[in-house]
């Protein structure tokens, strides 16, 4: 295979990821937009489970996938058909076996977890969300053999099936309890079931094309494998330092809720109710301030192996370009989610969540719509530097963050006036930081690296001007109507316009940065970009 060959292969099979990784987060919101809505309080619940859950899962499988698709992918690359197979059964024993331990730490500590979260309603949604700790670590291995083997498209689809059979079991079972007259935790843990259910349905299909593909490999080589332990030690070697990175933010994120909780009970006095209740205002928006989050994914699939072949190129002016573009692009579609956000805040919340109390979750929502702008340019900001090899700075700033935001929650959720409102503040604060240090980072690696105000500057002022623009016409139009929903469904429309067209006749755009973009070359011809 040629190089140029290799690189589209890899390039399609990134993008084959990304596009897989947007559905299932578009699913996932769907799904959990009317769980909010089903369980009230007990969405609270869900969350503290998933927070535990989250932590455990990114330290038995974060790395796997990476790990075993690297080493099984050299095996191939070498024909050493009987290295892989070693390295596949041992890989996936090991990890399996692991998070079974890691489940059945969940499942038996179920009510110390919940304790230390503050909120000991938890504990049953824990204890049946803990299998699903086992069933993915089993998962992950089967999609670092296949990805080993530069098959993408099985680990997308088993992504959709996991998302699809959520929504599906999830919310019927949410429903169907509440309708029986469960009360919202016992609905919580049915909700929670369907996340186990959706794992095992993947674990299966996944196991049906591992069965499929086997078959047509070619057939045991004569070459020695690797003894056990050497396999181990590698695979550790290089799953390690990915699970670091990635179990970062996940124990950052439940130290700050379970803090955020105990606050609101030990110093702010609330009951275990209110507490919940409150937090779920938090936890509730939580869904909407993420979306544009998982659009960055198909701009850091594309940036990372562009900026790697130009830094493996020493093409420094080709890197370069490709860094702007991609802050750019990243910065066209976060700003105007962002100010969207925050001047629409309470409309949006009206409108999505009836069981949310809108003067509570509305502010919320608009603060956090300013940090979805600096979460987003973070994402790219570590794209870049993961394509350098740079892997450790980026858990660096992020851990200076979250220390900001941990100090910060504890002691400005503590005032009575202020409670949950400084838990998204602290928010915005940590992944302000974290950006603006990546940014700097990025600025000293990247030689040539584009004047981050040429970058910005049009899609901010655009950003700003639609805003205007929506907050104008939704106030004007829901004096005019008093319909909240016409209000802002116009406002929204009205603002998409003038976005759209602020961004042709600033020039905001150009034919590099549409190349990052999925049909990018149709999308000039179309709008005429040169």
């Given at each position: ?393 980026p858990i660096g700033t992020m851990l200076i963050g979250g220390i900001v935001m941990v100090l910060f929650d504890f ?120």
């Open positions: 295979m040629s190089n140029a060959q290799k690189q589209n292969t890899f390039f399609g099979g990134a993008a084959i990821l990304a596009v897989g990784i947007v559905l299932v987060k578009i699913i996932s919101a769907v799904y959990k937009m009317p769980l909010i809505n089903i369980l009230g309080s007990g969405y609270t619940d869900f969350t503290n489970a998933f927070n535990i859950f989250n932590i455990l899962l990114m330290i038995s499988t974060a790395g796997i996938p990476v790990a075993m698709s690297k080493m099984i992918s050299q095996a191939n690359a070498q024909g050493r058909q009987n290295q892989v197979h070693k390295i596949f059964r041992v890989t996936f024993c090991f990890f399996v076996a692991f998070g079974a331990l890691c489940s059945l730490a969940m499942f038996l500590g179920a009510d110390g977890f919940a304790a230390l979260m503050g909120n000991p309603k938890s504990a049953a949604s824990m204890r049946v969300l803990a299998p699903s700790v086992a069933l993915v670590a089993g998962l992950a291995a089967f999609r670092g053999y296949a990805q080993g083997h530069s098959h993408m498209t099985p680990s997308s689809v088993s992504q959709i099936i996991e998302a699809l059979f959520k929504l599906i079991f999830g919310l019927s079972l949410a429903m169907w309890l509440i309708h029986i007259g469960k009360d919202e935790s016992t609905a919580a843990a049915g909700a929670i079931a369907g996340v186990t259910i959706s794992e095992l349905a993947a674990l299966l299909y996944m196991a049906w094309e591992f069965r499929r593909t086997r078959r047509l490999e070619p057939p045991a080589g004569r070459d020695k494998p690797w003894s056990t332990k050497k396999i181990l030690v590698v695979c550790l070697s290089l799953a390690i330092p990915i699970t670091l990175t990635s179990s970062a933010t996940s124990i950052i994120t439940t130290i700050d809720t379970a803090l955020v909780q105990h606050q609101l009970q030990n110093a702010v006095g609330l009951s275990l109710d209110d507490t919940r209740n409150l937090y779920l205002q938090y936890s509730g928006v939580q869904t909407v301030y993420q979306i544009p989050a998982s659009l960055m994914v198909a701009i850091t699939a594309s940036v990372i192996p562009a900026v790697t072949v130009y830094f493996q190129q020493k093409n420094r002016k080709g890197a370069a370009r490709v860094v702007g573009s991609s802050l750019k692009t990243a910065a066209i579609i976060a700003f105007p989610s962002g100010v969207g956000m925050l001047v629409l805040g309470k409309p949006i919340v009206q409108l999505l969540f009836p069981r949310l109390t809108a003067d509570i979750a509305g502010p919320i929502l608009s603060i956090l719509g300013v940090a979805n702008i600096f979460v987003c340019l973070m994402l790219v900001c570590n794209s870049v530097l993961q394509a350098h090899g740079i892997l450790n700075l002691f400005v959720v503590a005032i009575p006036s202020v409670n949950i409102f400084g838990s998204p503040i602290g928010t915005c604060l940590c992944y302000g930081i974290t950006c603006c240090l990546d940014l700097w980072i990025v600025a000293r690696i990247v030689p040539g690296c584009p004047n981050y105000l040429r970058v910005f500057g049009k899609p901010l002022l655009a950003s700003a001007v639609m805003g205007g623009a929506a907050w104008a016409v939704y106030g004007l139009l829901f004096k005019l109507t008093s319909s909240n929903t016409v209000s802002l469904i116009l406002a929204i429309g009205v603002a998409a316009v003038v976005y759209f067209a602020l961004i042709l006749l600033l020039k905001t755009i150009t034919k590099s940065d549409l190349s990052l973009m999925p049909k990018g070359e149709l999308i000039g011809r179309v709008l005429r970009i040169k």
